[in-house]
């Protein structure tokens, strides 16, 4: 298995574009994870699907986000519009549960000037 | 109270040495414990999980779970300068469904 398969590596755009990032999880795994890391915060949760369902979506900081899986194999993550301060690296991650943990993407680098 | 909190470091280790990393969590209810290691610029990666109270080793690796005090350590024996990166302890919150809580990890460098 190629394991999860993030795009793109990396993203530059202007302040006010939209960005999209993509996610194909490990085939098999009915779970999606949304993660974003930055230094001050660390990683946090934005949102987790279940079956292609969003299941909690507590951690999407505003309305300029949003977060699709239309299929078990491909996510979006969508922020339009892009501020600076959304600049961080943003993993998507898979799993079969929390039972063994999660496979995590290699993740998207976001900047936005 | 950070719900998964960790010592940032960096903490330094001599080679062969054993390295311990600390991490506290706040609710009594959580149910799994995780150590991921990362790598700069680089993903998180599983090492370990653990669910009961005591010790589960693997390898050169030792989790520790103690639920009265609500904390979990990780030994790494002999450490390798190949160690050196950044260990995140991850929890399952009780009540938050399949999600993982994530510390902010604590920095390892293993010295020659």
């Known amino acids: 298995d190629a394991g999860v398969i993030q795009s793109p590596r990396h993203e530059v755009t202007e302040m006010g574009q939209e960005v999209t990032l993509r996610c194909k999880p490990i085939?098999?795994?009915?779970?999606l994870f949304w993660y974003r890391q930055t230094m001050m915060r660390g990683l946090e949760l934005l949102i987790y699907?279940?079956?292609?369902?969003?299941?909690?979506d507590s951690g999407m900081p505003e309305d300029r986000f949003s977060a699709k899986m239309p299929n078990a194999s491909f996510s979006t993550l969508k922020i339009q519009p892009s501020e600076p301060r959304d600049s961080a690296v943003y993993f998507c991650a898979s799993s079969t549960g929390t039972e063994g943990g999660y496979t995590f993407g290699s993740g998207t680098r976001l900047t936005v000037v | 109270q950070k719900e998964v909190e960790q010592n940032s470091g960096p903490l330094s280790v001599p080679e062969g040495a054993i390295a311990s990393l600390n991490c506290t969590y706040s609710d009594r209810g959580s149910q799994s414990f995780f150590w991921y290691r990362q790598y700069s610029g680089k993903s998180p990666e599983l090492i370990m999980f653990i669910y009961s109270n005591g010790d589960k080793e693997d390898g050169r690796f030792t989790a520790q779970l103690n639920k009265a005090s609500q904390y979990v350590s990780l030994l790494i024996r002999d450490s390798q300068p190949s160690d050196s990166a950044t260990y995140l302890c991850a929890v399952n919150i009780a009540g938050g469904g399949n999600k993982l809580t994530f510390g902010t990890g604590t920095q390892l460098k293993v010295e020659l």
């Open positions: 085939s098999g795994h009915d779970y």
């Open positions: 699907f279940n079956n292609n369902v969003p299941i909690d």
